[in-house]
């Protein structure tokens, strides 16, 4: 039997050495907020993902909360999104005085249901609802090519929520390659820097979009609501003079941690990479076993559906007795995790009068569901040895 006196988390920051160069000189220079690394880091992970306009942000949350501003999400909004997901995705609405209203996943994916969107469009009158912020769980991308669609049937906006996913991807019906954050098919997209993330700053995010005018309003609701910009000034007394125009926030990013960003997404595509070998090790692994694993094939195809690259930022398994895994992998020194107890059943949203039962899919995944170990840097010895932990456990 194999042990081991390393622990081995199920996501992990890789920091190098440029890394810390990159957060050194910037320390040194003129600026630790609002610098030129900010715009340098917008402009490097709009061309990365292949959006005209980025905004950087303090992090994923902040990045969600802009967004619903942006949209003039209020108390008369309804929005919907999944319940499978972390919080903050539904959350972004609540602070603006929205509603908040789930669709169930769809069980071979986690990803929403969008066939269940659709009934729950028809089923409502013209204008029921205001958006829909579809999340790229675990990496894997949403047809939004789809989701589009019903956007525009129904007059809706997208917010992709798209945290797993920066280098993930689907090609469209038109044969054309849709990266997570393009744009294309969203209004507005979001990124987070968190360190267990792709890009990993400590704290950080990211908007991206291709509408000048969101563009232009997230600038000034990241800083307070106010711009020093001449063209959009009401009056103008002299080189001192700015205007808070609207009521914004203060969720600017510092220059520090734009320049960690910035030295991560240069290696971003090797990574992912990394990624990806991982996963292939966990699929062949666990192929013809009773562990269930969502397994799509690179460029794959679903059953006829859009092919897609997912991203892997979680690598998700079902199993019975997932509890005593989850304590079996503990004990040795392998530290899974859960993503994520859906949002409908936590008290704040059963306050509002969301109950256990409204969702069976999501509700089912959660009960099975385990992220094990996937980060760039886990070795292949340590890999093996997850691997090992939990086919044993299977097996018995």
């Given at each position: 039997?194999?042990?081991?006196?390393?622990?081995?988390?199920?996501?992990?920051?890789?920091?190098?050495?440029?890394?810390?160069?990159?957060?050194?000189?910037?320390?040194?220079?003129?600026?630790?907020?609002q610098?030129?690394?900010?715009?340098?880091?917008?402009?490097?992970?709009?061309?990365?993902?292949g959006?005209?306009y980025?905004?950087?942000?303090?992090?994923?949350?902040?990045?969600?909360?802009?967004?619903?501003?942006?949209?003039?999400?209020?108390?008369?909004?309804?929005?919907?999104?999944?319940?499978?997901?972390?919080?903050?995705?539904?959350?972004?609405?609540?602070?603006?005085?929205?509603?908040?209203?789930?669709?169930d996943?769809?069980p071979?994916?986690?990803?929403?249901?969008?066939?269940k969107?659709?009934?729950?469009?028809?089923?409502?009158?013209?204008?029921?609802?205001?958006?829909?912020?579809p999340?790229?769980?675990?990496?894997?991308?949403?047809?939004?090519?789809?989701?589009?669609?019903?956007?525009?049937?129904?007059?809706?906006?997208?917010?992709?929520?798209?945290?797993?996913?920066?280098?993930?991807?689907?090609?469209d019906?038109?044969n054309?390659?849709?990266?997570?954050?393009?744009?294309?098919?969203?209004?507005?997209?979001?990124?987070?820097?968190?360190?267990?993330?792709?890009?990993?700053?400590?704290?950080?995010?990211?908007?991206?979009?291709?509408?000048?005018?969101?563009?232009?309003?997230?600038?000034k609701?990241?800083?307070?609501?106010?711009?020093?910009?001449?063209?959009?000034?009401?009056?103008?007394?002299?080189?001192?003079?700015?205007?808070?125009?609207?009521?914004?926030?203060?969720?600017?990013?510092?220059?520090?941690?734009?320049?960690?960003?910035?030295?991560?997404?240069?290696?971003?595509?090797?990574?992912?990479?990394?990624?990806?070998?991982?996963?292939?090790?966990?699929d062949?692994?666990?192929?013809?076993?009773?562990?269930?694993?969502?397994?799509?094939p690179?460029?794959?195809?679903?059953?006829?559906?859009?092919?897609?690259?997912?991203?892997?930022?979680?690598?998700?398994?079902?199993?019975?007795?997932?509890?005593?895994?989850?304590?079996?992998?503990?004990?040795?020194?392998?530290?899974?995790?859960?993503?994520?107890?859906?949002?409908?059943?936590?008290?704040?949203?059963?306050?509002?009068?969301?109950?256990?039962?409204?969702?069976?899919?999501a509700?089912?995944?959660?009960?099975?569901?385990?992220?094990?170990?996937?980060?760039?840097?886990?070795?292949?010895?340590?890999?093996?040895?997850?691997?090992?932990?939990?086919?044993?456990?299977?097996?018995?």
């Amino acid at each position: 039997m194999t042990t081991t006196t390393f622990s081995i988390p199920y996501g992990k920051q890789n920091i190098t050495q440029d890394d810390i160069n990159a957060v050194v000189e910037t320390l040194q220079a003129d600026f630790l907020t609002q610098g030129p690394k900010i715009d340098e880091f917008e402009y490097k992970f709009a061309n990365y993902v292949g959006s005209k306009y980025a905004v950087a942000v303090s992090n994923g949350t902040a990045a969600l909360h802009l967004c619903a501003l942006a949209l003039n999400v209020n108390e008369k909004s309804k929005v919907i999104t999944t319940p499978i997901t972390f919080a903050a995705s539904a959350n972004c609405i609540k602070y603006c005085g929205g509603e908040v209203v789930f669709v169930d996943i769809d069980p071979k994916t986690s990803l929403i249901d969008l066939d269940k969107l659709e009934e729950l469009l028809k089923s409502n009158p013209q204008g029921t609802f205001d958006g829909i912020i579809p999340v790229d769980f675990m990496g894997l991308p949403v047809d939004l090519e789809k989701a589009r669609k019903l956007a525009d049937e129904y007059g809706l906006w997208i917010i992709e929520d798209a945290c797993h996913a920066p280098g993930g991807y689907f090609i469209d019906s038109q044969n054309k390659k849709q990266n997570c954050g393009s744009g294309n098919y969203a209004d507005l997209a979001i990124f987070s820097f968190h360190p267990v993330k792709h890009i990993a700053s400590g704290e950080g995010g990211m908007i991206t979009t291709n509408d000048k005018d969101l563009y232009d309003k997230l600038i000034k609701l990241r800083t307070h609501g106010i711009t020093k910009n001449p063209d959009l000034l009401q009056e103008n007394h002299g080189g001192w003079y700015y205007e808070m125009q609207d009521l914004g926030y203060n969720y600017r990013i510092p220059d520090i941690l734009a320049a960690l960003g910035i030295s991560q997404l240069s290696r971003a595509d090797e990574m992912m990479q990394k990624r990806q070998e991982i996963a292939e090790r966990y699929d062949d692994a666990f192929k013809n076993t009773k562990v269930c694993f969502f397994q799509y094939p690179k460029n794959g195809d679903i059953e006829g559906k859009n092919k897609i690259f997912h991203a892997y930022h979680l690598y998700v398994i079902q199993v019975e007795n997932r509890k005593e895994l989850y304590d079996f992998l503990r004990e040795n020194n392998i530290f899974a995790q859960v993503h994520y107890i859906p949002v409908h059943i936590m008290p704040y949203y059963k306050s509002l009068g969301y109950k256990n039962g409204d969702f069976p899919s999501a509700e089912s995944y959660y009960e099975s569901c385990l992220s094990i170990p996937m980060y760039p840097t886990l070795t292949e010895e340590e890999q093996n040895f997850v691997i090992e932990k939990i086919l044993e456990f299977v097996s018995k």
